[in-house]
């Protein structure tokens, strides 16, 4: 009979717990936390292209659009935010490509 009882107290107390499933212990776990995610990845992230509607085709070498796609299916930043946002980055670190812009333009309305 106190067998009867203990099996009834021990449906209680796992009928009362959430049911969560079992950590397995026996499986491999990962070393340490996750890699830290490059500055780099946030900021494309981050970089608004709503506006944005011309369309430019840009052609790749093969290896370059295989690791375009790569990176699109590791971080889900897309080819046309990654390609705006390089460009937009070109042109500020390098204003001379500006100034020769300029100087054609100038030279064309002649």
């Avoid at 107390?13 to 946030?42: C, F, H, V």
């Avoid at 944005?52 to 699109?72: C, D, P, Y």
Wanted: charged share 30%; hydrophobic share 40%; glycine share 4%.
């Amino acid at each position: 009979m106190s067998e009867i009882k203990t099996l009834a107290d021990q449906l209680r107390q796992k009928m009362a717990k959430p049911d969560t499933p079992e950590k397995n212990l026996s499986g491999k776990k990962k070393a340490g936390n996750p890699p830290a995610i490059p500055e780099i990845i946030d900021l494309i992230r981050a970089y608004d292209i709503t506006g944005h509607k011309t369309l430019v085709h840009a052609r790749f070498e093969g290896q370059m659009a295989q690791t375009l796609q790569h990176l699109k299916m590791a971080t889900g930043i897309e080819v046309t935010r990654l390609i705006c946002f390089a460009v937009k980055r070109l042109f500020e670190q390098h204003p001379e490509l500006r100034e020769v812009i300029k100087q054609h333009l100038e030279k064309f309305q002649l």
